[in-house]
Structures are given as structure tokens and as C-alpha cells.
DNA sequence: CTGCATCCTCTTGGATACTG
DNA sequence: CAGTATCCAAGAGGATGCAG
């Protein structure tokens, strides 16, 4: 069994399901991996994710600071510098996502080549 | 460093855009969790996961089915039946989601009170 | 520089009805 | 049982303009 019979319960309860969300978020993903490696500013990781747009750049990293994964510091100076960081919960996250983008750097090959297979169909 | 140099300029370049988005999916995550403990019907699966519509279950799995994750196997009786079970890729991925719902029972409780004391603000 | 507010579009996904 | 097709509502998310 991949899956405790407790985590089971809970997938058809649905009581993991905000916490999934959580880490199923597009976003999430990319900026919990990046803050693996240390803090960053807000425009650095603005710069680094390619694709995003501040909005959603800043919407993430509020609800990733609602979840208490990231830390928030703003030091006023002019112009004001805001600094993101992992809480130690974050980090233990940040594991977890790096650990899935290896995975999907590993078969991303494969599953480019299923996907022309199946839709060569 | 906790993401290789290779996997931060593939996060940059949104190379993994398309398999983060197969990892992130909403359902995708539950299917191959409960997949994980062997083959199941499509019908068994749509009990077993709270709240998902028809139609959802079936584009899922047809798209797991598509990423060569997911083997969908029909058995032509009356009334049919349809077995779906991981590949042994799909394996591989099931037990990297395990690991990620792990995660997230373990800190459940943790996330719940950022979230409620977030909020108090 | 770091954001918030607004508008507006497009996708996601639920509900429902119908088929082999 | 295992889907497919259609319709439609809700929400995600981009673009833009403004503010501290």
C-alpha cells in the first residue's frame, strides 16, 4: 500500500483538499522551489518566473504567507525593498516540490513521446 | 542548494510548464494516490473520489491515459467494464503524490492555525 | 520598488440529458 | 456501466492605471 488507509479516508473525505489546492497551484510550485534556495525580492522572483504577472505574483505570495510557508519582511527605505523567505514549515515543502520537478525533468521525455503517440490516434 | 541549477533555468524558461500542470491537477493528484494501491473501476473511482463530476473523472483519465501514466483497459461484457492502473511510470509519480499527501497531513493542523491567525489581522 | 483596484476575457468545471 | 455532448455559471488570471 502506496497509501495509509488514514490518507485514503481523508483523499474521499476531501479534507485534504485544501491543502492540496495549495500545493497543486501553478504558481506555488515554481516560487516554493525557488525560495529553496534562499530569500528573494519581490521583483528578483518577478523576473525569475517567466509568465507571471504581478498580480498573480503578488496573490501567491500573499496566500503562501496566509499558509505560514513564507515569511514577508519589508525594510522601508526609499524605494522600499520587500524580502521573501521560508518559514521551516516551507522549507519541509520546498523539499517535497523540488523533489517533483526532478521527477518531471526524469520523464519529461516520456511523456512527450505518450502524448505524440496517443494523439498520433 | 535545494533545486539544481538545470531545474532553476527550466522553471525560468517554463520548460516544465506542461508536466507541473499534470502534477498540479486538482483530480490528477487523488487518481493516481488511489491508484497507487492497484487497479480500479471507473465506477469504484467515482465513489471513491468526493465530489468529482463524470465528466471530470473521464477527462482526467484520459489525459493520464494520454501522458502514458494510466493504462485503460476495457473488458467488453454487458455492461462493460473499464479497469484503469498505473503504468510503471505512473508509479513512480503515484509515489511522489503519496509523498506529497503525506506532507499535508502532517501539516494540516499547522496551515489551519496560520490560516485562522492570518486572518484575525 | 512594491503593490492594490478595476475591468474584462477566457477557461474550468458542474448539471443535465442522451447513447452503446 | 461507462461514457459523450451541450449548456451555462463561477472563478482564474491578464492588462492597465494609480499609489505609497
Same mark, same amino acid.
Given at each position: 500500500?502506496?497509501?495509509? @488507509?488514514?490518507?485514503?479516508?481523508?483523499?474521499?473525505?476531501?479534507? &485534504?483538499? @485544501?491543502?492540496? $489546492?495549495?500545493? #497543486?497551484?501553478?504558481?506555488?510550485? &515554481?516560487?516554493?522551489?525557488?525560495?529553496?534556495? #534562499?530569500?528573494?525580492?519581490?521583483? $528578483?522572483?518577478?523576473?525569475?518566473i517567466? #509568465?507571471?504577472?504581478?498580480?498573480?505574483?503578488?496573490?501567491?505570495?500573499?496566500?503562501?504567507?496566509?499558509?505560514?510557508?513564507?515569511?514577508?519582511?519589508?525594510t522601508?527605505?526609499?524605494?522600499?525593498?520587500? $524580502?521573501?523567505?521560508?518559514?521551516p514549515? #516551507?522549507?519541509?515543502?520546498?523539499?517535497e516540490?523540488?523533489?517533483?520537478?526532478?521527477?518531471?525533468e526524469?520523464?519529461?521525455?516520456?511523456?512527450?513521446?505518450s502524448?505524440?503517440?496517443? $494523439?498520433?490516434?
Amino acid at each position: 500500500m502506496d497509501v495509509p @488507509d488514514q490518507v485514503s479516508e481523508a483523499l474521499t473525505t476531501c479534507r &485534504l483538499r @485544501d491543502v492540496l $489546492d495549495r500545493v #497543486g497551484d501553478k504558481w506555488s510550485v &515554481l516560487i516554493m522551489a525557488l525560495l529553496g534556495d #534562499g530569500p528573494r525580492r519581490y521583483s $528578483d522572483l518577478r523576473r525569475s518566473i517567466d #509568465g507571471i504577472s504581478q498580480r498573480m505574483l503578488t496573490l501567491t505570495l500573499r496566500s503562501l504567507e496566509r499558509d505560514g510557508l513564507v515569511i514577508r519582511t519589508v525594510t522601508p527605505t526609499t524605494p522600499p525593498r520587500v $524580502d521573501y523567505e521560508l518559514t521551516p514549515v #516551507g522549507h519541509t515543502l520546498s523539499k517535497e516540490v523540488s523533489s517533483l520537478i526532478r521527477w518531471s525533468e526524469r520523464h519529461r521525455e516520456y511523456i512527450g513521446m505518450s502524448r505524440r503517440s496517443y $494523439d498520433a490516434r
